[in-house]
């Protein structure tokens, strides 16, 4: 574990000047929203800018939002542009690029998007897009036309304010008894407004459970306070979902607003995005779901990189992702694998190799370090025997 300086040092050399920020507003996160970097000269405070990041910065001004939390710059190597923290933050020339075979929807959001805010695509949950704003626009976001395309995202102006027809719409579908309130990031709103959108939910006597997926305990932890966690206590039961791509993000702060989260009943959950050239070695994602365990945040799913538009270089093999998950299952602790999926339009679908096959004969099992044995048809049957 990293720990982030209550005030950033200022380095010597050829690395930048990072500004000396005092604790109290290192600590306060309404700062870090007023002072993020938005602009090459502000960016230059904390990072080397290379010729290709800003070329790729000033490439994308006008179709991609960019804005970074002095926070998480302050995780960035100043000098390495291949840093992993720096590659999810920073614009780099591959987002300007048309692979083949990209879209810009490609799990079919929009296709299954019933209200102006809610997604209904599985029977029993829907996702709430409550936002498009988020506190640091991740250059991979799978919802990068909504988060981060400045003319494409879904909503229209006029329908901004009120979230009367989202909940009309899960009143009236009893069926649903999850509900996900996602974006954009749902913590972007005052507590305020959260708390509206939180308590209408609650109203709804069908909705069991309230799930929040949020990138600020790795963007800006600082936003996960004492009084956010003890509203949302107020509304149980309520989980939350987070996002670490990197054992990078692990620091003091990300660990302490985990445990502030807990500490107030709200499991923490982790979805990690498979990237290229950020975690897409054994080694690095071993670190990442081991390290998660020590801040107690449990590891749920590993997506496989969608080829979104403006994504696609951050795209690996599925055979890549199979690999990875050959290194975790069996070698780290059991609740430490994530389940390795890819986000389609008929749901998410899980693509790990299976460790056995249906044979004549029984079972054939298969085991992290590659050993195998057959398990006989006496022991496992095909079909159902009777009691002798
Ligand atoms: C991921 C997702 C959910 C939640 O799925 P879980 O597997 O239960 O986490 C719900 N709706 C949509 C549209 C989703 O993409
Ligand atoms: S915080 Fe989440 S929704 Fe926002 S840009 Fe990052 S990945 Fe996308």
């Not at 590891?299 to 795209?315: K, Q, R």
């Not at 986000?343 to 054939?364: E, N, Q, S």
Request: include cysteine; proline fraction near 8%.
């Amino acid at each position: 574990m990293s720990a982030t300086p209550g005030e950033p040092e200022p380095t010597s050399g050829s690395a930048p000047f990072r500004p000396r920020v005092p604790a109290a507003e290192w600590d306060d996160w309404r700062w870090h929203m007023r002072k993020r970097i938005t602009s090459v000269a502000k960016a230059r405070q904390w990072i080397n800018l290379s010729p290709e990041e800003e070329k790729a910065i000033a490439g994308s001004a006008g179709k991609y939002r960019w804005s970074i939390t002095p926070y998480y710059a302050s995780l960035m190597d100043p000098d390495d542009p291949s840093c992993p923290v720096r590659q999810q933050a920073v614009p780099a020339p591959g987002e300007l690029v048309e692979f083949p075979g990209a879209e810009v929807d490609p799990v079919g959001d929009t296709y299954y998007r019933r209200t102006n805010r809610v997604v209904h695509k599985y029977p029993d949950r829907v996702i709430m897009l409550v936002t498009e704003a988020c506190p640091v626009y991740c250059r991979h976001c799978t919802r990068k036309f909504h988060t981060t395309d400045v003319h494409g995202t879904y909503f229209r102006d006029d329908e901004g304010g009120s979230f009367d027809e989202d909940l009309r719409y899960i009143a009236e579908h009893p069926e649903i008894r999850d509900v996900l309130l996602t974006g954009g990031d749902p913590l972007s709103y005052r507590d305020g407004k959260l708390e509206e959108i939180v308590s209408g939910l609650r109203a709804i006597p069908s909705v069991e459970v309230v799930r929040i997926g949020s990138r600020f305990p790795v963007l800006l932890p600082q936003r996960i306070t004492e009084d956010l966690c003890e509203m949302l206590s107020r509304y149980h039961p309520v989980w939350l979902n987070t996002h670490f791509n990197h054992p990078k993000e692990i620091t003091a702060e990300s660990a302490a607003a985990v445990d502030r989260l807990l500490r107030h009943g709200i499991p923490v959950g982790n979805q990690t995005v498979l990237l290229r050239g950020i975690n897409d070695d054994v080694t690095t994602m071993r670190t990442l779901m081991t390290e998660l365990l020590r801040i107690r945040v449990r590891p749920y799913y590993l997506y496989h990189c969608d080829n979104v538009t403006g994504v696609s270089h951050f795209m690996t093999s599925v055979e890549k992702g199979w690999e990875i998950m050959e290194g975790l299952q069996g070698h780290i602790t059991g609740f430490a694998v994530p389940q390795y999926v890819l986000t389609t339009r008929i749901g998410k679908v899980p693509l790990a190799r299976p460790y056995f096959a249906r044979t004549a004969d029984g079972l054939r099992l298969r085991n992290h370090q590659g050993q195998e044995m057959t398990v006989d048809a006496t022991a496992y049957p095909i079909t159902e025997p009777d009691a002798p």
